[in-house]
T-cell receptor, first 110, second 113 residues
Framework: RKEVEQDPGPFNVPEGATVAFNCTYS??????FFWYRQDCRKEPKLLMS???SGNEDGRFTAQLNRASQYISLLIRDSKLSDSATYLC???????????FGTGTRLKVLA | EPEVTQTPSHQVTQMGQEVILRCVPI?????FYWYRQILGQKVEFLVS????????KSEIFDDQFSVERPDGSNFTLKIRSTKLEDSAMYFC???????????FGPGTRLTVL
């Protein structure tokens, strides 16, 4: 099983739609979780950290399910500018090594 | 957060040549990372560097690779004898304080011919 697994997509959605991505991780000792956004040929940019109680930032909501070892990202009211690859990132307790998923491509269509 | 900068933005080299990729300027940060991303593939951890020493490294980070902080601010990744498969984007990242959040530089595109 891959350490961090994501559906590569692409997810093609119309503007204004709600879309959700999941990411599963294999190491139950994982402690920190993040969603990054990456535009084509650019660096990853932090979208949000994922907290145990779940957290929201504007149109974006992140959830953590430790029992099932997955995190999710929900995007409401999709904008054209949300088109990007969304990367799930996980690191384990006692280590500063970060593992990236392959990313999920989102295309928001006009 | 202050930006992380990297130079050069694009490096073209011949197979077998040495390249040095730079992360500049960095100050007041102790934890740094190098990652690579081969075109169309995922971001891969190479090495973490804490307080002027390698903290962790991946199996990719073999004897061909080395990292240094030669003057207390620049943070470099050296590839001694480049191979075709070293062609990739190389990202430097710093760790932000207590949040464990990483912030990436714009990357260096390395092309090995």
């Amino acid at each position: 099983r891959k350490e961090v697994e994501q559906d590569p997509g692409p997810f093609n959605v119309p503007e204004g739609a709600t879309v959700a991505f999941n990411c599963t991780y294999s190491n139950s000792a994982s402690q920190s979780f993040f969603w990054y956004r990456q535009d084509c040929r650019k660096e990853p940019k932090l979208l949000m950290s994922v907290y145990s109680s779940g957290n929201e930032d504007g149109r974006f909501t992140a959830q953590l399910n430790r029992a099932s070892q997955y995190i999710s990202l929900l995007i409401r009211d999709s904008k054209l500018s949300d088109s990007a690859t969304y990367l799930c990132v996980v690191n384990s307790e006692g280590t500063y090594k970060y593992i990236f998923g392959t990313g999920t491509r989102l295309k928001v269509l006009a | 957060e202050p930006e992380v900068t990297q130079t050069p933005s694009h490096q073209v080299t011949q197979m077998g040549q040495e390249v040095i990729l730079r992360c500049v300027p960095i100050s007041n940060h102790l934890y740094f990372y190098w990652y690579r991303q081969i075109l169309g593939q995922k971001v891969e951890f190479l090495v973490s560097f804490y307080n002027n020493e390698i903290s962790e490294k991946s199996e990719i980070f073999d004897d061909q690779f080395s990292v240094e902080r030669p003057d207390g601010s620049n943070f470099t990744l050296k590839i001694r004898s480049t191979k075709l498969e070293d062609s990739a984007m190389y990202f430097c990242a710093k760790l932000a304080g207590s949040s464990n959040e990483q912030f990436f530089g714009p990357g260096t595109r390395l092309t090995v011919l």
